[in-house]
């Protein structure tokens, strides 16, 4: 089974408006795998980009999350602070937008806007590791001395030594990154300064080689470039502009010897480089080893270095600090047994308030909260996020609670008054130039009831814990050394304008820019509407995102340039393994990329399947009206508009909220809201014409045909195979 990347669950989010609150999302579940294409479908109003801005945090003032979660790498997206969110949102999950023109600077060149959202994010990540390094080395220190006092020096000692060379692998490791990153600055500038010349481009090229010259010497390193390798390179590019004009420059001997430059310094940057973490653990051992000096390979000097640091080192600080790893595990079960009855006795006096009194509650809340951030199990490297999220949501939803304890009878009154002044005006005959405003209301029993479910989550995931019997503790340390590892590599890992730069034209190249040397110098308004959807794309891919949400991002765009923008979306999904959303209103766009469709309609998913199920055998009559104004070369018939608009979600229907404009509507449609049926263990479609007791109504005649016919190519393509 594919690893699930984003889980969606019974989100509700709502808008404050002038005429009333407005339902947009009404309770949509779905599931987004590892390397799939979610496509969500729908008309404008549907309640698709809604969800896809609740998923990347950027709804707007007036929006309100009514309930739901959106859970990604064991957070509820939710429940997270702005601080929090920074480090997921462009980082984790980035999204493209639908005018190209609304990422970006108009008066920026669009490498500098490339580059600066690398660099702002390389900085970002190198003060968070140094954080989490120095924190999770303290409190593994901490916990090994509060189960074991006597063994304190010991303790002391062991971490501090692992930092000490954790110091010194950093130091080698960054030594070998800034070689490396001038080396990879250096081949891109060459290979752009060659460009350029082929291409009759004015530069200036004395200049540039003299940068060139003086640089070059700053890629030295024993694993990156070696000095004798350019000993005669360098002298003769000096002397091809040494001394002379600019017009008395031989250019083509100058590109030849650039060239020959640039084979080295790439093979430079190609060349294999040893495990810095253990390199590290035995120059601080040996401080007079000299790898420079060493004459086996890479993989007898990983070796040696390998088996040093686990006998001298490694073995026992594993094996220590599983016992501090498992003294934190049962601190902290013993802080969850102590809390479990105060947690339930808690969920049980709210729960039976009728009003949720504040007096009572708020120093019961703030008790229970500080005994939940003192039972969390700090040390672990995964954590789980219903304990780190309680104290904001459920602080969040009390507060609401209570404001509209406070502003529900004050927005009634005004409604009542608007009301009945309303209505008197309408009895003497005259016509109201406004409208009566409905009034906003906290749904005090909803609020209740998400508080209850707060509670419930934590109990649960503590009972869970605490009769859990699979904690490994030896495992949880070995995770915890190579989390080390990561944050230390990381921590000296510099986002150089040099690297973003190399790293900017890469990515201009990957989604189809030509001549991405040149192209990285101009503004946005120097490019096609099509091109600035590539560049936006382009920064969208910048921080290597886990999922890649693309809302209409082919709507603005000319047929034959949504065309060419489409493929290039599925061919990078499928090179980086991404998960993407595509929001759309089109069906048709998303035929030949979608692993599955979720069909929206004011605010609901109506149906979700397959791309197969979608197109093949599609369940609801909104489903069916969508791929019959669908447009294909093949298709005779007239192809059919939806009657109707969509319906006034201030005022949401009663029944299935599609009724009023399908044809097919049974009289329940109007009665009572159809659940999500079952057609098959990948689809389901909110409809009552799934019931057993439903008339039998076939799809339209266009899209009976056009599934027969598409079945048909595809049969006939297997047989010609």
């Given at each position: ?261 640039n084979d080295v310094v790439k093979a430079g940057i ?21 790898e420079k000096g060493y004459t086996g390979s890479i ?115 005004k409604y009542e008054q608007s009301k009945a002044k ?300």
């Amino acid at each position: 089974m594919a690893e699930k990347k984003l889980q969606v669950k019974k989100l509700q989010v709502s808008f404050r408006t002038q005429a009333g609150i407005l339902k947009a999302v009404r309770g949509i579940s779905f599931d987004l795998y590892k390397g799939e294409t979610l496509a969500i479908v729908g008309e404008s109003g549907s309640g698709k980009s809604v969800t896809s801005k609740a998923i990347i945090g950027i709804l707007s003032g007036n929006s309100i999350v009514e309930g739901g979660e959106i859970l990604y790498d064991g957070q509820d997206l939710l429940k997270i602070d702005e601080e929090h969110f920074h480090k997921i949102r462009g980082d984790k999950i980035a999204m493209i937008f639908q005018d190209p023109l609304s990422s970006l600077n108009p008066i920026m060149r669009v490498g500098k806007q490339l580059t600066e959202a690398m660099i702002l994010n390389g900085r970002a990540r190198q003060r968070n590791s140094r954080k989490e390094f120095n924190t999770h080395l303290a409190l593994l220190k901490k916990n090994l001395i509060e189960n074991n006092p006597e063994n304190k020096d010991k303790y002391v000692k062991m971490c501090s030594d692992f930092d000490k060379f954790c110091i010194k692998s950093t130091q080698l490791e960054k030594a070998y990154n800034a070689a490396n990153s001038t080396a990879v600055s250096t081949h891109t500038n060459i290979d752009e300064l060659v460009f350029l010349l082929e291409k009759n481009q004015r530069v200036a090229l004395k200049a540039q080689v003299v940068t060139i010259l003086r640089i070059l010497p700053r890629t030295y390193h024993h694993y990156v470039v070696h000095g004798d390798e350019l000993e005669t390179l360098i002298p003769e590019l000096n002397g091809l502009v040494k001394g002379k004009k600019a017009i008395d420059i031989d250019k083509v001997a100058v590109i030849d010897v650039l060239k020959r430059i640039n084979d080295v310094v790439k093979a430079g940057i190609d060349r294999e480089h040893p495990d810095f973490f253990r390199l590290g653990y035995y120059k601080f051992r040996n401080p007079d080893f000299d790898e420079k000096g060493y004459t086996g390979s890479i993989a007898d000097l990983d070796k040696l270095t390998l088996d040093f640091l686990d006998s001298d080192f490694m073995i026992e600080f594993i094996k220590l600090g599983s016992e501090g790893m498992l003294y934190s595990r049962n601190k902290s079960l013993d802080a969850k047994k102590e809390l479990l009855p105060k947690l339930n006795e808690f969920r049980d006096l709210v729960n039976s308030m009728e009003v949720l009194d504040k007096k009572v509650l708020s120093p019961r809340l703030r008790e229970l909260k500080t005994g939940v951030k003192h039972a969390v199990d700090y040390v672990r490297v995964k954590k789980h996020s219903v304990e780190y999220s309680f104290g904001i949501s459920v602080s969040h939803e009390f507060k609401r609670y209570y404001e509209g304890l406070r502003l529900n009878p004050k927005n009634l009154r005004k409604y009542e008054q608007s009301k009945a002044k309303f209505d008197k005006l309408i009895e003497s005959g005259k016509t109201p130039t406004w409208k009566v405003i409905p009034p906003y209301l906290v749904d005090l029993e909803l609020t209740k009831s998400n508080i209850i479910k707060i509670l419930d989550d934590l109990i649960y995931r503590y009972n869970k814990d605490i009769a859990s019997t699979t904690y490994d503790p030896h495992k949880e340390m070995i995770e915890l050394v190579d989390f080390f590892k990561e944050q230390a590599s990381r921590l000296v890992y510099r986002v150089t304008q040099g690297i973003a730069k190399t790293r900017a034209i890469e990515l201009l190249k990957e989604v189809g820019i030509a001549e991405p040397e040149i192209r990285y110098k101009q503004y946005p308004f120097e490019f096609s509407g099509g091109m600035r959807q590539r560049i936006v794309i382009a920064i969208a891919l910048s921080a290597n995102p886990d999922i890649l949400i693309c809302d209409e991002p082919t709507t603005a765009l000319d047929v034959t340039i949504q065309s060419q923008i489409l493929e290039l979306i599925n061919r990078i999904k499928k090179e980086r393994n991404l998960s993407v959303i595509f929001i759309t209103h089109d069906l048709g766009v998303v035929a030949n990329m979608a692993d599955r469709v979720a069909v929206m309609y004011a605010g609901k998913i109506v149906e979700y399947g397959t791309a197969d199920d979608i197109f093949y055998d599609p369940k609801h009559p909104y489903t069916w009206a969508l791929l019959a104004s669908m447009p294909d070369l093949d298709t005779k018939e007239k192809l059919e508009a939806i009657p109707g608009t969509p319906p006034n979600m201030i005022y949401p229907p009663v029944g299935d909220a599609f009724a009023e404009r399908n044809k097919y509507a049974l009289e329940i449609d109007f009665e009572q809201e159809p659940p999500l049926f079952e057609v098959s263990e990948t689809h389901y479609a909110a409809t009552w014409l799934l019931h057993p007791n439903a008339p039998k109504v076939e799809p339209p005649k266009i899209i009976t045909e056009r599934i027969a016919r598409m079945k048909k190519e595809v049969e006939d393509y297997g047989k010609d195979r």
